[in-house]
């Protein structure tokens, strides 16, 4: 994958460009962020215009009780534990300073300790990862700026997605939240297990949803078009996660039941970035025989 996808003006400049107009394009991007950052800075009262959110955690959500796949952190894949496989992934991204594990449950937290990861324990009545990350993040002695959800039923999530979505959310202080995206394929269309996402030319989201959106009349998926599915990663400015879990629950929300959609119905502004990931999520055991035919074939070990 390129990271440097994430940014048009990198992108497009990169491979014709002398180190001249480089040092230009990075120069303005400076500027545009500076500006930036005073506005951020003013939203949030805060007054730090050097390495904005720069400290930064990744928050491995964990929890044994699933009404899909009970266990299913502590799966193996090749032999080894999926919420590991995530883990030793998460360990490689460069923006992280750290990077723990919050999880409720006895048996992970002692996987987890055994290969090595640090572990908070969070309570039972977490309803969700996000919910989990806050508890986990106020339970953390060390103040962090940006908080990365990465959901460990993404084994082969890169490192570099990881880090994608941090430097995001630190180029854009308007933003409160960011999140990745890759190609849909075809036949993920009308699948409402696969969330498509729509952003606008800054690369903020407009929407996501279950349905297919855009919507073509013909009523079917359009080869032509570069739909979106989004991924599930996530970081979240700390000081937005305080409030985040706070705000009432919101109509398109509770339609598509898809919690992000609290964020943009609140106004706020999420940053979105593409990346060539291929998606081998494990929502059901039938997924684990595929992830493994798939690292079998790839040679991943
Ligand atoms: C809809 O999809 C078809 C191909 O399936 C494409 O030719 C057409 O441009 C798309 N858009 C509209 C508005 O029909
Ligand atoms: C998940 O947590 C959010 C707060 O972060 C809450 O508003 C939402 O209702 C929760 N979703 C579910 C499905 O429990």
């Given at each position: ?72 952190p502590l799966v193996p ?162 000081k937005f996660l305080k ?31 593409k990346v060539d990931h ?24």
């Amino acid at each position: 994958m390129n990271p440097m996808t994430i940014c048009p003006a990198l992108s497009s400049s990169s491979s014709s460009s002398g180190s001249s107009t480089k040092a230009w394009i990075v120069h303005g991007l400076v500027a545009g962020v500076a500006v930036a950052v005073a506005f951020g800075a003013h939203r949030y009262g805060m007054l730090r215009l050097k390495k904005f959110r720069s400290r930064v955690v990744g928050i491995i959500p964990a929890r044994l009780a699933s009404s899909r796949f009970h266990g299913k952190p502590l799966v193996p894949i090749l032999g080894k534990p999926m919420i590991q496989r995530t883990w030793e992934r998460a360990k490689q991204a460069s923006t992280l300073d750290h990077v723990v594990v919050a999880t409720d449950d006895e048996k992970i937290a002692a996987c987890c300790r055994e290969f090595g990861a640090d572990v908070i324990m969070t309570s039972e009545s977490c309803r969700n990862g996000t919910e989990r990350c806050n508890e986990a993040l106020d339970k953390l002695q060390i103040k962090y700026d940006i908080v990365v959800n990465i959901q460990g039923d993404e084994p082969l999530i890169e490192p570099e997605i990881i880090d994608g979505v941090v430097k995001a959310l630190q180029a854009a202080p308007d933003a409160v939240f960011s999140t990745a995206v890759t190609s849909l394929k075809p036949e993920d269309g009308f699948d409402p297990n696969r969330v498509k996402c729509v952003v606008n030319n800054q690369g903020y989201a407009i929407y996501f949803s279950r349905g297919l959106i855009p919507f073509n009349k013909s009523g079917k998926v359009n080869p032509q078009f570069p739909y979106l599915l989004h991924l599930g990663i996530q970081s979240y400015d700390t000081k937005f996660l305080k409030i985040y879990p706070g705000l009432p629950p919101t109509p398109l929300q509770l339609e598509e039941d898809l919690e992000q959609l609290k964020v943009l119905e609140n106004g706020y502004k999420m940053k979105v970035i593409k990346v060539d990931h291929e998606a081998h999520g494990v929502d059901t055991p039938e997924d684990v025989e595929k992830i493994e035919r798939y690292m079998r074939e790839k040679n991943i070990s």
